[in-house]
């Protein structure tokens, strides 16, 4: 099966094709493209990333066939982001490969972009599958979810203020490294020593069985760092040291709320997912802390940002089962993850 | 075949011409484009019992209008285009809804067509139109109401769906108001358009063409009001 993925749920415009053999997902053509505009406003523009979309997605699409050698004709399905993300950014990818389904009468599937970055490392990684523990943290999302099989997610915690790249964002901010903040954090903590005491938000909850215990909080810690470079009398001087102390404490709660999730259930395989996933600093903690136990599964960083690639794998998922959207299918910014078991006291404690 | 759509509004507008047999639907209610569109064409494809296979071009009002409309608009038109390698044309919104009132008016009689534009503005454009062709008075653009009056007032037709507010400002119009339902813009209007000369452009490159937004993104416009030069490249990209 080959199926034609679309992706434009915030500020990359991405089109792929993935072909799916016996049960194997692989990538025959894949582009995204970066909107650059939104550095210059420190955040992404909804407005400016809705027209861009729209001027971009026709040739987005069109190389992405090209590169996978490919008529559109070939396409056996496609499969869109329906959401969560920028209504007006969902919107463009959307309605453009609903209505190429439409005209090739090919079958669509609207897909959960958090459910996207779960199936990204199976195009990469063709020993993961199910059960396993999945921390997908990005900039508009931070949670941790058991994944007993494809199609089934129970939540086990999610932020309840910042998401992870959200606070990378804002710290990059506060020490002027321009925006996306995320990249440029882990080149600076790199050479950084972690001389800042920075709080570990909500790691203690660990002990205590209840819906906290694999909750995250970032606000607090962007305050203290916050505070800590007002409180600098040189920030040149202490920019290194206060984003590798801001990394540590971010990363620190990440890696021991996934690795005593995987412990608990008894898993051995944990997942990484998410524009945040792309730090190394997280995989190379998270597997270091699981080393013996169970494996660490992330996609290179080209699958872990937004792209159409893992939208087409999940697609062709739940194609494969026979699932089918209406021609009405409409993007929602919140769209709940299928098959999502929600938080409750029971299931996190 | 041809596929006329009109999303600028808030109604979903689509007509199509089998054979010369013209079908028309219509939903009307802001928010319904993304969900209505594709079963609106479906519908009337089934009652021309044809396909798209049949298709040769699609007409599509560009703007300016709603953002969010003129996007649905311009997605459905692109994928149309790459999909059954149609070619794709357009006419200004403002035109579309000018010559759904043109029996109101003695051919070549000025008529100006409007649409709100929110913060008390409207978009507007005027237009001189004959059976066999049309002419441009002015162009879409945003204009203040007293604006318009000053400049268009008389003896023009004003054909236009605007808020009370808007109408207010308008109200000393010495020519004929169409308005309300008559100066809602339909998709059959653009596939009478093609009768007339200048009154439909052909889209050179639908890969990278977009809408007449009519204004730009608020954005864009403060930081280019703050700075004192365009934006650099508002559709920037890297790949």
Redesign the interface.
């Known amino acids: 099966m080959r199926v034609l993925g679309i992706e434009s749920s915030c500020d990359e415009?991405s089109a792929a094709v993935v072909t799916v053999d016996s049960g194997r997902a692989s990538v025959e053509g894949l582009?995204?493209?970066?909107?650059?505009?939104h550095r210059?406003?420190g955040g992404v523009?909804p407005?400016?990333a809705?027209?861009?979309h729209?001027?971009?997605?026709?040739?987005v699409?069109?190389q992405a066939l090209a590169d996978a050698g490919l008529e559109?004709n070939a396409i056996d399905g496609v499969a869109v982001t329906a959401g969560p993300g920028l209504v007006?950014a969902l919107?463009?990818?959307?309605?453009?490969?609903?209505?190429?389904a439409?005209?090739?009468e090919r079958p669509l599937v609207g897909v959960n972009h958090l459910e996207g970055h779960l199936f990204a490392p199976t195009l990469e990684d063709r020993d993961l599958a199910p059960p396993f523990v999945a921390l997908l943290v990005s900039g508009g999302h931070t949670m941790l979810l058991d994944v007993p099989a494809w199609g089934t997610y129970r939540l086990l915690g999610a932020t309840l203020d910042d998401a992870a790249g959200e606070a990378f964002d804002k710290v990059a901010t506060l020490l002027e490294l321009g925006y996306p903040g995320g990249p440029a954090i882990e080149r600076l903590a790199a050479g950084g020593r972690p001389r800042f005491r920075f709080p570990r938000p909500l790691l203690q909850e660990l002990e205590r069985p209840g819906p906290r215990r694999y909750a995250f909080s970032f606000s607090g810690l962007k305050t203290a760092v916050l505070r800590a470079v007002r409180a600098s009398t040189d920030l040149a001087a202490d920019r290194a040291d206060l984003a590798r102390s801001f990394q540590d404490a971010a990363l620190d709660v990440l890696v021991e709320k996934t690795a005593h999730a995987v412990e608990r259930l008894g898993y051995t395989t944990a997942l990484l997912g998410g524009g945040v996933a792309c730090n190394r600093a997280l995989a190379a903690r998270l597997r270091e802390r699981l080393a013996g136990a169970a494996r660490v599964s992330v996609a290179s960083p080209r699958l872990n940002t937004d792209n159409a690639a893992m939208i087409a794998a999940a697609g062709a998922w739940h194609l494969g089962r026979g699932e089918r959207s209406g021609?009405?299918?409409?993007?929602r910014d919140d769209l709940p993850i299928p098959g999502l078991l929600p938080l409750t006291s029971g299931t996190a404690a | 075949m041809r596929l006329a759509l009109d999303t600028a509004t808030d109604r979903v507008s689509v007509a199509l011409d089998a054979g010369g047999v013209v079908r028309t639907a219509e939903v009307r209610g802001a928010r319904r484009h993304a969900a209505a569109l594709l079963p609106l064409i479906g519908r009337l494809l089934g009652e021309g019992r044809t396909t798209l296979a049949a298709l040769d071009r699609v007409i599509l009002a560009d703007g300016p209008g709603s953002f969010t409309g003129l996007r649905v608009g311009a997605a459905v038109a692109k994928a149309l285009v790459a999909a059954r390698g149609v070619t794709l044309w357009t006419a200004p919104s403002l035109l579309a809804r000018a010559a759904g009132a043109a029996s109101s008016a003695a051919p070549g009689a000025v008529i100006v067509a409007a649409a709100d534009a929110l913060r008390g503005e409207l978009y507007a454009a005027a237009y001189r139109l004959w059976p066999d062709r049309v002419g441009v008075v002015e162009p879409p653009r945003v204009w203040r109401p007293d604006a318009l009056r000053r400049a268009l007032v008389a003896p023009a037709v004003l054909v236009a769906e605007l808020p009370d507010a808007l109408w207010a400002a308008l109200d000393r119009w010495a020519g004929c108001v169409v308005q309300g339902d008559a100066a809602a813009p339909h998709a059959a209007d653009l596939l009478a358009l093609a009768a007339r000369s200048g009154a439909l452009r052909r889209v050179e490159d639908p890969d990278i063409w977009e809408p007449e937004y009519g204004r730009p993104a608020e954005a864009q416009a403060r930081w280019e009001q703050a700075h004192g030069r365009a934006l650099p490249d508002p559709a920037g990209r890297s790949a």
């Open positions: 415009t582009v995204i493209l970066s909107q650059d505009v210059i406003f523009v407005e400016l809705s027209r861009a729209v001027q971009a997605i026709s040739g699409t069109a559109m007006g919107l463009v990818g959307l309605m453009y490969g609903k209505t190429l439409f005209a090739l021609w009405d299918l409409e993007p």
